[in-house]
């Protein structure tokens, strides 16, 4: 699977932003496609997840009720809406694929596709 990331940028704290995923290659309907996060200052964090097939979505605390991920089949594409951003959350974002059966995991070593990452700067 080879995914690319786009979307980033600089918005102000309280902005929207929408990253894409486009990921190719993908043959089973229960690869997950995760976003997660890395600023210099902490290790790279999980953010949301999709199964491909769309049944299920999978969010961080800190995201849930202002990020959205989904998915547009018709584009291979995976979206994260961000609402109300704020500047902690400054990092690049990267999205990662991986097929995993059953349980969707959160750590980063579990997926071994991976995009080059885009930059989200919220500025205060």
């Known amino acids: 699977v080879q995914v690319v990331e786009s979307g980033g940028g600089l918005v102000r704290a309280g902005d929207s932003l929408r990253l894409s995923c486009e990921a190719n290659?993908?043959?089973?309907?229960?690869?997950?496609v995760a976003w997660f996060r890395q600023s210099p200052v902490k290790e790279r964090e999980f953010v949301a997840a999709i199964r491909w097939c769309g049944s299920s979505t999978y969010y961080a605390d800190s995201v849930k009720g202002r990020f959205n991920i989904s998915r547009d089949s018709t584009r291979n594409t995976v979206y994260l809406q961000m609402n109300s951003l704020n500047v902690e959350e400054t990092a690049a974002y990267y999205c990662a694929a991986e097929y995993h059966g059953r349980i969707v995991p959160r750590a980063p070593r579990y997926y071994g596709s991976w995009g080059q990452g885009t930059q989200v700067t919220v500025s205060s």
């Open positions: 290659g993908v043959t089973h309907r229960d690869t997950v």
